[in-house]
């Protein structure tokens, strides 16, 4: 099993976010070939610190988002482990020139094992753009915002922002598991989180830094033209001081990694 990790005592059954679409227009020739066609499917070889599973994740045909026609994402059984697979099932994508847009739930709690629902509602946020430079963001602003939440008898105020980034190119590219793709371009999602709280002493409220900001999620996704995500490498950790963890009955530091491996896949 995995380690517990600092979402535990942030309980919020559900978060939605709703987030501005970034400019749908290129930057520039498309260079990349996205198999978006019914029947496509990729299965993931998932390896969660030692812990293995498989996801198998295809297109299943059309859904409908706010007016705009997607290709929904589903995985077998409808169960998924993997970050990636979590984050598509049930979703929608669609290519605008030379990005990929996600439209629908993305849940994180599933993909990361975490003890707490913790869904994204997203309209047009983009996940791939193959034009895009190293770390540049590829929407026009973070998705942020701000929980009230009480634990333990704690009042917690939760900062969160949700962005995606240009990652690396690569003319030629092995993953892990030493299969080798041509012309990959990584991505990178965050999820920074920060967390505040008070105490009252004598009548005086003393404010109490949490969770410093600090990016909570970070999950590296590797496309590669003409297949789709070949590789996805997700880290999951933070730091709080150690007297806070103490009386929060956690632990002052903790961490997880995630591999996922293309295995098989068919595309048309």
Not at 15 to 28: P, Q, R, W, Y
Not at 51 to 72: A, M
Not at 117 to 142: E, G, K
Not at 157 to 168: A, D, H, P, R, V
Request: glycine residues 6%; contains cysteine.
């Amino acid at each position: 099993m995995k380690k517990t990790i600092l979402l535990t005592f942030l309980c919020v059954s559900t978060l939605f976010i709703s987030c501005s679409n970034d400019d749908e227009n290129g930057n520039g020739a498309d260079n990349f070939t996205i198999p978006l066609t019914d029947g496509n499917y990729w299965t993931y070889d998932v390896d969660s610190e030692g812990t293995f599973t498989r996801d198998s994740l295809y297109i299943s045909g059309d859904v409908v988002f706010n007016t705009k026609t997607y290709k929904k994402f589903q995985t077998r059984d409808n169960v998924a482990t993997g970050f990636y697979s979590s984050s598509l099932r049930n979703n929608g994508v669609r290519k605008s020139d030379s990005k990929l847009l996600l439209s629908g739930d993305l849940s994180l709690a599933s993909g990361q094992n975490l003890p707490i629902n913790f869904d994204l509602s997203l309209d047009d946020f983009v996940i791939f753009n193959s034009n895009a430079s190293n770390n540049q963001a590829l929407n026009s602003n973070p998705v942020t915002g701000t929980i009230q939440e009480t634990f333990n008898g704690f009042p917690l105020t939760i900062n969160y922002s949700l962005q995606s980034y240009g990652g690396e190119s690569f003319t030629t590219f092995t993953s892990p598991n030493g299969e080798a793709y041509n012309n990959v371009k990584a991505t990178k999602i965050k999820l920074n989180v920060s967390v505040n709280s008070e105490q009252t002493f004598g009548g005086f409220t003393i404010p109490i830094v949490v969770l410093a900001p600090q990016d909570l999620i970070v999950s590296t996704i590797y496309t590669a033209d003409e297949i789709g995500v070949v590789y996805v490498n997700t880290d999951t950790s933070y730091t709080i001081n150690s007297d806070l963890a103490s009386e929060f009955g956690i632990p002052p530091t903790d961490s997880q990694n995630q591999k996922e491996h293309l295995d098989i896949y068919m595309i048309d």
